[in-house]
């Protein structure tokens, strides 16, 4: 059951970078920047969550530690979502010259 799963196989394919971006097609990439964002929105939301939870509980020491510990969390997300938008941006300059 677990194999069917839509996010299983993103993991299991798209995270090992099986291939190079400039090997997928663009149907592929659109894909992939489309769950990237959606994990990168779902972050956020957490994030946004946690922080008011921590000022509402007024949770003081250490406080720096839980702003950055989250932003580690996604940089490998927002790493590979960025070289995708690149990607996606020179194909559509290639395709206008």
Request: contains cysteine; aromatic residues 10%.
């Amino acid at each position: 059951m677990l194999k069917n799963n839509r996010l299983y196989n993103f993991a299991k394919h798209s995270l090992r970078m099986t291939k190079k971006l400039s090997e997928m097609s663009l149907p592929e990439l659109h894909q992939k920047r489309s769950i990237l964002k959606g994990i990168l929105i779902g972050f956020a939301v957490l994030w946004v969550i946690m922080m008011l939870t921590f000022i509402y509980l007024k949770a003081k020491p250490g406080l720096l530690v839980q702003f950055i510990i989250p932003f580690m969390c996604v940089w490998p997300a927002l790493s590979s979502f960025n070289k995708i938008k690149e990607e996606l941006k020179l194909r559509s300059q290639n395709g206008k010259a």
